[in-house]
C-alpha cells in the first residue's frame, strides 16, 4: 500500500480526531443532523471553549463543516470524510489480512524449504574424521612446560 505524505497526514487527522469519545458523538450527531455550537455544549458535562476546541479537531480533520449564521456556528457531519476513514481501515485491514494468511501458510507447512537430495562431498566427507590439529604444532603447545603435558 503506498501512501503519500498527505494523505497519510490526513489519516492521522482522521483518526486522531476520531479518538476521542466526545468528538466522536458530536460527528454521530452532526451526520444526523445540523446543531449549533452552543446546542453541542449544552449535550456536553464541560465548557463551551471545549466543545469549541473538539470542533475545530473536528473541522481540521473533515469530519465536520462549520458555517456561520448570524450568531450562530451550525455545525454539520461530513460523510465523506467518514467514508474515507473507512476506506483507510479497510485498507489496513487487508494488509493485515495477508500477513495473516502468509504466518498460517508458512505454519502449515512444517518444512517450508526441504534439503535438496544430499549429495556427498568426498572432500569434506574424507576430512570429517581428522583432528585439524593432528600433526601440526600450534603456539599454545609451545608454551606448554614438558610436565603440563
Known sequence: MVVSQESAERADRIFHALADATRREIVALTLAGEYSVSDLARRFP??????????????????????????????????????EAHRLLDQLADVWRGRIDRIGTILADPDPDPDPVSVSDPIADAGAHLDPREGKEHCHDRDRRPEES
Open 46 to 83: 464541560m465548557s463551551f471553549a471545549a466543545v469549541q476546541k473538539h470542533v475545530a479537531v473536528l473541522e481540521r480533520a473533515g469530519l465536520v463543516t462549520k458555517e456561520r449564521r448570524g450568531r450562530e456556528q451550525r455545525v454539520r457531519g461530513s460523510a465523506d470524510s467518514l467514508r
